[in-house]
C-alpha cells in the first residue's frame, strides 16, 4: 500500500514536471510567454548552466547500478524507484522554473505550424509511454522479473524512440530566442551522453543481445545506415 501512494505521488510529481517543462519550451517557442528581462553579465548564464548540470547529475546519477545498490542499503528496493522518478520531477521543474532569459534576438522566426511537428511528437512520446513503458519506469510497483529486452514497436526503427520524441519536440518551435536555445542544446547533449551510459548498462544486463541489436538498429535517426 506504501509502495503504490510513493508511486502515485512520484507520478504525479513527473507529469507536473514534463508539462512544466513543455509548457515552457512551448510558450517560448511560439511567443506566447513573456522572455523577461534579462540581467547584466554573466550570470543569467551561469544560472542556466548549473540548472542544466544539477538535472544531468540527478537524472543520469541516479539511473546507475551503483547509485540503486547504495541506496538499497538503506531503503527497501520497491522505494528505490519512486524516489528517482520524484526526483527527476522535482529536478526538471526546479530546471525550468529558475530558467533565465539570455540577451539578443531570436536565432530563427518561422511560420507558427511548426508548433504542430512538436504536438505530434508529443503525442507521439504519450502513445508509445501507453503502449511501451512498463509501469514499473514510473516507481508503480516493482516487478520480480527482469524485464524483456524490446526491439518490437518502434525499437524496430529506433533503439531510443522516446528521446527522438522528445529532441522533435524541444527543437520543431517556430521562434528560438537564445535562452530557449541553449537549454535545447543543453538537454540534446545530456540526451547523447546519456544515451552512452544507459546502452553500457543494457549490455551489462543483455550481453550479446543488445549487442546484436544495437549492431542493427540505429539509436535516433531511423535509417540503418547510420549509428547516430
Not at 73 to 87: D, G, H, K, N, Q
Not at 151 to 162: A, K, S
Request: aromatic content about 12%.
Amino acid at each position: 500500500m506504501l509502495t503504490s501512494v510513493l508511486g502515485l505521488i512520484a507520478l504525479a510529481l513527473g507529469v507536473v514536471s514534463v508539462l512544466i517543462f513543455y509548457g515552457y519550451i512551448v510558450g517560448t517557442g511560439t511567443g506566447m510567454l513573456p522572455r523577461g528581462e534579462p540581467a547584466d553579465g554573466a550570470l543569467p548564464w551561469l544560472s542556466n548552466a548549473g540548472l542544466l548540470a544539477q538535472f544531468a547529475l540527478q537524472h543520469s546519477g541516479m539511473a546507475r547500478q551503483w547509485f540503486k545498490t547504495w541506496c538499497q542499503r538503506w531503503l527497501p528496493a520497491t522505494i528505490e524507484r519512486p524516489l528517482y522518478v520524484a526526483a527527476s520531477g522535482i529536478a526538471l521543474a526546479a530546471l525550468t522554473v529558475g530558467w533565465q532569459p539570455l540577451p539578443g534576438n531570436p536565432l530563427w522566426n518561422g511560420p507558427i505550424w511548426i508548433e504542430s511537428i512538436s504536438i505530434l511528437a508529443i503525442a507521439g512520446a504519450g502513445g508509445f509511454v501507453v503502449f511501451f513503458v512498463p509501469v514499473t519506469f514510473f516507481g508503480l510497483g516493482v516487478s520480480s522479473n527482469r524485464e524483456p529486452l524490446r526491439t518490437n514497436g518502434p525499437y524496430r526503427f529506433v533503439r531510443h524512440p522516446l528521446m527522438l520524441a522528445v529532441l522533435i519536440a524541444i527543437w520543431a518551435q517556430p521562434i528560438m530566442p537564445p535562452e530557449l536555445f541553449l537549454m535545447n542544446v543543453g538537454m540534446t547533449l545530456y540526451i547523447l551522453i546519456a544515451i552512452r551510459l544507459e546502452e553500457r548498462d543494457l549490455v551489462r544486463e543483455f550481453g550479446t543481445e543488445y549487442e546484436k541489436y544495437r549492431s542493427e538498429v540505429p539509436a535516433l535517426v531511423p535509417w540503418k545506415w547510420t549509428s547516430i
